[in-house]
Structures are given as C-alpha cells and as structure tokens.
C-alpha cells in the first residue's frame, strides 16, 4: 500500500511526533537509570533462535557475535569500554522475537541488537526498535521493499543475489526456460515476483516460466522433481532458480540426485543454500549446482584466511564452516564499532547518522560501504558446489553491487528510494517528490 | 568408468605414443592446445577440449578422462599440464613423456557446466569404440545429448563395427538426434530419424522433437505427429508416476504412523512425544555411522542393518522410561497427557540440540539405496523402494507379534477390558510399560528410514507428528489395519492432487477431506467395535 491519502498522512505524521515523544521520555528515564548499571561496559544484544526450527541456522550467528565481541575486547573494546553480549533465546517464535527485543532494550540497555532471520520475526521487532529508537543490525538476504531508519541491512538485497544469478544463467548458461521454486512465504514469493518481472523485461515468455511453491519443511519432492525434468525437456535449456528454504533442501537435492537431474542438464541455483546447509549431506551428487551469495568460505583472500582460522580456532572446530550471513555480521560488527568510535557516543540517533558513509572491509577482498538507505555495497559470486561440501566461485560481479532497497522491477516501488542522510526518509517517491512516511 | 581400467587405458595409450612418436617435443597447434589449460580461464579450456577432441592424438583420450575426473593438474607458472591417475603415476600431457612428480605449484584444471558437457560430448566421441560395452553404450548416450555434427562420422563408423545389441540402438538414436539437427541432411534422412525417436519414446526424445527448429514441411508433420504419440503415452505414465509416488508417501506416512498406532490406537495415549522417538531413531543411524565411518569403513553398507535392532531398543527403552515415569500417572486423563507429552517433545528435542548440536547431521545412504532405476518410462528411486518394502514387513511382524505371542495376546486383553485382564492374572502395568515401550521402539525405527530421505535435525519428529495423528485417526484408532489403508489412500490421494493443486493447496485439500470424512464417520475408516470404544 503506497497511495496513501493526506489525511492518512497527517494522521500518523502526528502519531508519529506522540511516538517520538514517548521514545524521548522512555529514553531520558532509561539513560538515568542505566546511568549507574552500565558504565564499564558497553552492552550488546544478539537476538538469535538458539531452540526451535530456526537455530539450525540462527545458532551459528550467535555464535559468531560472540567470537566478535570477543576478538574486539582483545584489541581494548570500544571507546575504552569492554563490550558485554547479552544473548537471548526468542526461540524460532515471531512475537517473541518482539518481546525479547524489548528486553533487551529496556531491561538490558543494550546500545545495539545483531539479529532476526526470517523476514517475519524482523517486521515483528520493528515497531519495537521505532518506539525504542534503537538499532538492529539485519545479517540475511532478504526480498527486499523496506528501508527503516532504526534498522542496517547487511544482507543482500534482491539486486544483489538474485537478479545477477539470472543474469549469469543467461549469458553463461543460455537459459531459456526457468523453474521459480520456492518456500511459500513472504521470501521467496516477493523474490519470485522481482525475477517473473525482470525475465519478462528480457523477453522471457510466460510459458517458458513455471512456479512452484512447496510448505516450510516439504519433504516428498517426487512430484516436483519429475515436474521440473518434464518442463526441462521442451528442447530449450532449463535451470531452476531455488528460493527454497533451508530445511527443506537436504530431501530436494537428494531427491534431484536420485533422480538423476545432473547439473549439466538442469542446473540449479540457489539464494539459501550455503557451506552450513551442505554440511548435512552428502554433495557428490550436486557437484555443478550453483548458489549465489556475497561470501563463500572458499574465496581465497588474506581477511578471509585469517577469518576461518580465528574462527576454527575460537570454536575449538578445525572443521567448523563459514557462511555468507556471518561474513554480513562480520560487516556490521565492523561498521557499528567505527561508527561508534567516530562519534564517541553509544547514543541511537548520532550512531544512526554516523553510519551512512562508513566503511568495512569484507572478508573477499573489497570494502562495503554504509549507503544512505541503510543498505551495503556488495560483491556478488555465483559458486559451483564441489564434492567436498564447499563452493567453486565460477563467476563475479566487476565491482561491488549498491543495495537497492525497492525493486527496480515492481511497478509498486520503482519510483522510491531510502534515504536517510539528505531526505531522512525510508520510501522517497522521486516522481512526486513526497516522502510516503510510516506505515506503508 | 572404473579408475583402474581408466588408468590401464591411460597406460595403453602412453605406451602406443611412445611408441609411434619416439621423437622429442615438438611444438603445434595440440602443445599450444593442452598449454590452454594452465590459463585457469573457462573459455581457453573450452577451445582446447574442441582442438584436443578433434587432433586424433593418442593422448586425446587420457587428457580429457583426466580433466572429467579432475586429474589433469596444470600449473600456472611454467603453463606445464600433467595427467596424473589414481596410482600417482604422472605423464606430460603435451609430450605425453612420465614425470617423476608434478610439482606442488599445480592445481586440477576446473571446471563449469559449460565445459562438463563438452567434456562429455568429448569423451563420448572417442570412447564409441571402447573395447567395454558399459562405455560404448555411455559413450553413445553422450553423442546422443550433445548431439553434435562432428561426431557423425564417429557414431558412422562406430556403427559398422557394434555386434551389441542395445549399444547398437543407442548408437542409432545417437545417429538419429545428428541428423536431425544437421543442416544439410536430406528429407529421407530426417523423416527416418523423426521415426527412430518416435520409437524411443521418451522425455529426451521429446525435447529434441520440439526444440529441432525449421525444417522441412514434411519433417515438421512427421515430427508433430511424433510428439502427440510420445506425449500420449507420457501421459499414460505419468499417472503410473503418481500412483507410484503416492505408494511412496503412504509407506512413509505409514511408517511413521505405526507406532502411533499402538501408543494411541491401542493404549489410548496421546503421545505427542511420537515425533521424537522418531528423531531418536534418526540419530541412533547417525552414531552408528559416525562409528562405522571412523572404525570401520568396510561395514558402511550394512549401517542401517546395524541400526534398525539399535534404534529400537533406544527408542524402546526410552519410551518405557516415559511410561514408567509420566504416562502411567496420567491414564484417563487425556487432556494432561496431551501437555506433559508435548512438554516432554520439547525437552527430548533441546536435548538432542545441546549434545548434538542445531545444524542438520550427514547420514549417507548406502550404495543399495542409492540412484534410480527406469521402469517404462518412470523413474523408481531405490531408498523409496526399499523404504516401501521395509514398511510392509514391519507391518507384518507387528502384525504377527501381536496375533501370535504371548505378549501380543496380553496387549490385546489390556486394551480391551483392563479388570478382567488383571483379574485373569495378567500385570496389566508392566503389559502397558511393554506395549508403549513397543511402539516406541517401532516409531525408532521408522526413523532409520526416514534418515535416508529427510534430515537429521532435532526437528524432524515435528514433521511428522501431525501427519501421524492423521493418519490413525482416518484409519480407525485401535485397528492397525486401518492404519496400514489409511496411510496409503492419504498419500495416493496426496499425488494425484499435487500436481493439479499444487503442494501447497494439495495439503489443504486432503485436510480439509479429513475433517469432513471424520464428521461423517467420527471413528474414521474402521471403527472398533465393543468394549474398547467406551472405555
């Protein structure tokens, strides 16, 4: 919903100025109290699924925040402080998401959170960061169409994972047919549009297109598997493009192989699957698949190096792998602390404008950069799964990709931009020049 | 093609080039060829595969198995490419002399789809008359994929020489798919290989049927005709495909379900906990395998057989300890049962979570229950067969068990008139801590077999608890038959939804048919009749 009317927009520009108000007196009242409790240290929140279905991927980034905070404190900490994490369990359940981030807020004093997975429990903790005027610190690739002053992408947008993986398969590859499959939910249903609109722009037509929707956790993929090797056998190449989500893929890819879809036929490509999902299962059959990400663990490069082994080594793991939304945290770690350090200050609102602008290196060898609409410069690598569970990159983009917080593609958000430094706004409309404020 | 007759080929045929070519290196287009390869650049690669395929080199063949196999080692500083083979035997592949070592600088020559399907149609090309049949017929379905004209001649005299059978057809099929993307072969050739794919029938056929372009208007009718024949015997087989998945599904479900069947179709006890002892199974293959892997080695094909008796007796064990310890206290109270199991699942599942750890664990099929095999022209995978077959023989010794024993003949009375069982003698209590220890052990080693398709995460059992309650609860509780009906009307119905509905709308379907099956007949397919349904 964009076409707001402007009595909606009075409306909640005044409920606004009420929230600001109250954010104002709740802060005041917490920096008070938090005066005398947290002096020495500065504290941290990681809000990630430690039990439930989620903590099959949330646990690790956990896990990496710690090794963070723990490798920042050995350098001296932050503006002289220690930082001290406060880890909570939300447990793989959206409203808690919610609560545990109010506690760790106002109860914790947290002065930033890195968490949240699915875009389900980040749109549940919003409102929490709005009215608390904190900051949330968002690791995963996601669809995309949203641009918040309290929140930091460092996840891929849709223009940074998706549509280049498209593009490869088209030049490299010569697709011609594609199978949009995906997990029905939010992900992969807005991701599939982007790409439907984007093939259609490059002359695809709508019968060389199939889309596929399958439950959280599907595990009898026979139909789909042999649907898809009968829409690959119309005597153009095929390749599946997978929005599938992590759980579900060890039984499709095992499937695929039983099946006999090798790579070289039907090649396909996929936004979730990372070295972690690999782990569970056996890859020789998979050899040739492709998945695109902005960090593989096989990217040689010094940071890199230095990374894994620091990591192994605090996990007490020689065989512990890395991944692409960890390498996000690494990014966002980094940009806070500088942010911080350039502005002396903890407090939300001169963190917040100091982040903009900032630089980090990433773990590939190039520096991301904080962009105005709270999303990073990317690099983007589509790896070939090898027999080992690891990635062969076979391609990358020239340069570092910007993130697009609104779709170029979709007719509903190809006119907005997020910018927090010049328009302090989070979906400009540059056709009509109005910012649509909250609420859309 | 096995390592050691792929390195007895690269032997042969380094011993032939010694002996023709005793000569020093010479430089030509095949050296500037194979020095491609060090560039590390895919499209280098690509051309000198092309000029390597076409140069009749006798190293021809070893450098590109090589480069399949990811043996063919190029380094980057001296732009120096070695074959090297299993035994760690290595040869020049520009001059074909053996080196004492490769050195450590060098790297295995990578590849992308791109170029394994040139590899291939490489390959394919120089293997057609490969002394071993299982090549030759390879070596003929690759032409036929690649299809490409270069290979005419090679297919041609290939041919003439073939005494087998069904290499002989492939390589007819090879010939056909050349001729009918070859621009300059005449109308009688095409309208020959329209027919030769038309007898082939299949899903490849097909799509070279419809993706060969302009032709000749009577090709062009040939082959429409050809298409409307295969797609209506195709679609014959598709429906054989969707009864055979939903087989597939119900046996899963089935098995899944048959432990339900005796804790809540027989004792009455909502077990949500079910799911769990399912994913206790799973992991009891897992540590079997971890052992086997890290001690044994040889035994991998025999993991599951291992873990079948060892789940159940973990799983078994475990669920008389529930029994022994929550259960029995909450008999007759449905409602606390449903909460302390439920409650219990989750204990069970962050348990597993702290000593196992969140992310998904490998557990690898063994050879037997690897792969497909044709039928027609549907594909059968074999874990689905043998998981399919697993269920139906776990049904029948249950089955039996509870028929034919003495501790089946005391279930039997418990369940259905408690007082008078005891009154006859029978220690009902520790005949309930067996049967639900009994159906335990049974969901353990439904999770044996679900290993092999799903994964191995502290949430597996979750998957599969409502699925289970479903499919008792359709079937009839208290009767196993009902059970074993219930599981594959659900998944037959389940395929033949799917690909009309989609996955999705399909599972809301069948839900929705439940609920209302179940308001007309509340005790589901077979009701028990008598005593055990009031109590």
Same mark, same amino acid.
């Given at each position: ?440 | ?87 760690? +035997? @290595?040869?020049? &592949? $520009?001059? !074909? =002399? #053996?080196? %004492? ?63 087998? +059978? @069904?290499?002989? &057809? $492939?390589? !007819? =099929? #090879?010939? %056909? ?359």
């Amino acid at each position: 919903m964009f076409n707001k009317s402007t009595h909606d927009i009075a409306a909640s520009f005044s409920r606004r100025g009420v929230l600001a108000a109250t954010a104002g007196l709740m802060l005041g009242l917490a920096s008070l109290t938090g005066a005398k409790a947290a002096d020495d240290t500065i504290k941290v929140g990681v809000l990630h699924s430690l039990s439930g279905t989620m903590a099959i991927s949330e646990t690790t980034l956990k896990d990496t925040i710690l090794f963070l905070i723990d490798e920042q404190n050995k350098k001296g900490g932050v503006l002289g402080k220690k930082l001290e994490a406060v880890v909570v369990d939300p447990a793989s359940n959206w409203p808690l998401f919610a609560e545990k981030a109010r506690e760790l807020i106002t109860k914790n004093k947290v002065s930033v959170v890195f968490g949240c997975w699915t875009s389900v429990s980040r749109k549940s903790v919003l409102p929490v960061f709005k009215e608390l005027n904190s900051i949330l610190f968002y690791p995963v690739q996601y669809e995309g169409e949203e641009s918040e002053r309290n929140v930091f992408y460092t996840g891929a947008a849709p223009n940074q994972q998706a549509i280049p993986a498209v593009d490869y398969l088209m030049k490299d590859e010569k697709v011609k047919r594609w199978v949009l499959a995906g997990t029905d939910y939010v992900y992969p249903r807005t991701t599939n549009k982007i790409l439907e609109a984007y093939l259609k722009s490059k002359g695809v037509a709508q019968e060389d297109i199939m889309i596929n929707y399958t439950p959280f956790g599907h595990s009898d993929w026979q139909t789909i598997v042999a649907d898809i090797k009968k829409f690959g056998s119309a005597g153009k190449k095929t390749a599946v493009v997978s929005t599938i989500n992590g759980d579900a893929n060890v039984p499709f890819y095992k499937e695929l192989g039983n099946q006999g879809i090798k790579a070289k036929d039907i090649p396909v490509v996929a936004f979730s699957v990372g070295e972690e999902e690999l782990a569970g299962i056996d890859t020789k059959p998979l050899v040739g698949h492709l998945a695109a990400w902005n960090y593989f663990q096989s990217i040689k490069s010094p940071e890199n190096e230095k990374f894994i082994k620091a990591w192994q080594a605090y996990t007490k793991n020689p065989k512990r792998v890395t991944n692409d939304p960890m390498e996000a945290h690494v990014i966002g770690f980094d940009m806070w602390v500088k942010a911080v350090e350039k502005v002396k200050s903890t407090d939300p609102d001169k963190v917040i404008d100091a982040l903009p602008g900032i630089e980090a290196k990433n773990l590939t060898g190039g520096t991301s950069k904080m962009l105005p609409n709270h999303h990073i410069t990317k690099p983007v690598f589509i790896g070939e799964i090898k027999g080992n569970g690891q990635f062969d990159v076979v391609w990358k983009t020239p340069s570092l990709v910007p993130g697009d917080a609104w779709s170029k593609e979709l007719d509903g958000s190809k006119d907005l931009i997020g910018d927090w430094v010049g328009k302090k706004c989070g979906n400009f409309n540059t056709k009509t020049n109005k910012c649509l404020g909250s609420g859309s | 093609m096995p390592a050691h007759l792929s390195a007895r080929l690269c032997s042969l045929a380094l011993s032939l080039f010694l002996i023709a070519f005793a000569l020093p290196a010479f430089a030509g287009p095949f050296e500037d060829a194979v020095a491609k390869f060090a560039n590390d650049d895919f499209s280098d690669t690509e051309e000198a595969i092309g000029v390597i395929a076409g140069s009749g080199s006798k190293l021809a063949f070893p450098i590109i198995n090589a480069l399949q196999n990811g043996r063919l080692m190029a380094d980057p500083d001296s732009k120096k490419v070695y074959v090297t083979d299993a035994d760690g +035997k @290595s040869i020049d &592949a $520009a001059t !074909g =002399e #053996a080196v %004492a070592s490769v050195p450590d600088s060098a790297t295995a020559v990578r590849l992308n789809n791109r170029l394994r399907r040139s590899v291939d149609a490489a390959l394919g090309s120089l293997t057609l008359q490969s002394p071993d049949v299982g090549t030759r017929l390879q070596a003929a379905q690759s032409v036929f994929k690649s299809h490409e004209e270069t290979a005419l001649e090679a297919v041609d005299a290939a041919l003439a020489k073939e005494a087998n +059978k @069904s290499v002989k &057809a $492939a390589l !007819g =099929e #090879a010939r %056909a798919a050349i001729l009918l993307f070859k621009s300059d072969a005449t109308e009688v050739e095409k309208l020959e290989a329209v027919a030769t794919l038309k007898a082939r029938g299949d899903q490849d056929a097909l799509a070279l049927l419809t993706g060969m372009g302009d032709q000749p208007a009577s090709v062009t009718k040939a082959a429409a005709s050809a298409i409307g024949s295969i797609q209506n015997s195709l679609a014959v087989w598709s429906m054989v495909q969707n009864a055979w998945y939903g087989l597939s599904l119900g046996s899963v479900l089935l098995l899944a379900a048959i432990g339900l069947a005796i804790t809540f179709g027989v004792m009455g006890v909502i077990n949500m906990a079910h799911g769990e002892m399912v994913m206790i199974g799973a992991y009891t293959t897992f540590v079997v395998q971890e052992v086997i892997r890290t001690r044994y080695p040889g035994l991998f094909d025999y993991s599951l057989l291992i873990a079948v008796p060892l789940a159940f007796l973990v799983a078994g064990a475990i669920g008389v300890l529930i029994e022994r310890s929550i259960i029995r206290f909450l008999y007759g109270r449905p409602l606390e049962t449903l909460l302390a199991t439920w409650g219990l699942s989750l204990v069970l599942q962050q348990a597993v979570r702290t000593m196992f750890g969140p992310t998904n664990r490998e557990v690898g099929n063994p050879s037997w229950m690897s792969g497909a095999f044709e039928l027609g022209q549907i594909t059968i995978t074999y874990n689905r067969l043998w998981i399919l077959l697993f269920t139906l023989a776990v049904f029948a010794i249950l089955l039996a068990m509870l028929r034919y024993t003495a501790l089946g003949l005391e279930m039997r009375a418990v369940t259905q008139n408690r007082r008078m069982a005891a009154s006859m003698g029978i220690a009902t209590s520790r005949v309930d801590a067996l049967t639900f220890g009994l159906g335990s052990g049974i969901a353990g080693i439904a999770g044996v077999a679900l290993s092999q398709i799903d994964n191995v995460s502290p949430n597996l059992g979750q998957s599969y608890i409502i699925d289970s309650f479903m499919v008792v609860v359709f079937g009839g509780v208290g009767n196993l038959w009902g059970t074993l009906v219930g599981a594959f009307t659900l998944g037959i119905a389940n395929k033949f939804l799917e690909p009309v509905a989609g996955a999705v709308l399909g599972k809301i379907a069948i839900l929705v048919l439940i609920i209302l099956f179940i308001q007309k007949r509340p005790r589901g397919l077979f009701a028990l009749k008598g005593r055990a349904v009031e109590a």
